[in-house]
């Protein structure tokens, strides 16, 4: 729901939850996750990845070929995602 109007638009923060949440579950089949831990004011998603992922040589592929490109298909508005320690 839209935070500021309440028109039934899900809000920036509930699209981005809703595609990550999509997402975990091909991390989590290779021993992987991902949290959100937030989303800067210039629509900067900064994402933490978990288990298998965290320090895998293949993790920034996986977050710039796989996490960002489908949040910015599914969310537009997306500038971009970082991954944080």
Same mark, same amino acid.
């Given at each position: *729901?839209? !935070? +500021?109007?309440?028109? @039934?638009? &899900?809000?920036?923060?509930? &699209?981005? #939850?809703?595609?990550? !949440?999509?997402? /975990?579950?091909?991390?989590? +089949?290779? @021993?992987?996750?991902?949290?959100?831990? @937030?989303?800067?004011?210039?629509? #900067?998603? /900064?994402?933490?990845?978990? @288990?298998?992922?965290?320090?895998?040589?293949?993790?920034?592929? #996986?977050? /710039? *070929?796989?996490?960002?490109?489908?949040? /910015?298909? &599914?969310? #537009?508005?997306? &500038?971009?995602?970082?991954?944080? +320690?």
């Amino acid at each position: *729901m839209c !935070d +500021n109007c309440g028109c @039934g638009e &899900k809000s920036f923060e509930a &699209k981005v #939850t809703e595609v990550i !949440d999509s997402i /975990r579950p091909m991390l989590q +089949n290779d @021993g992987g996750d991902i949290e959100l831990v @937030g989303i800067d004011p210039d629509k #900067t998603v /900064r994402v933490r990845l978990q @288990g298998a992922c965290r320090g895998c040589p293949g993790a920034q592929m #996986t977050l /710039r *070929m796989g996490v960002e490109r489908m949040l /910015r298909q &599914k969310v #537009t508005d997306v &500038k971009q995602v970082v991954a944080v +320690n």
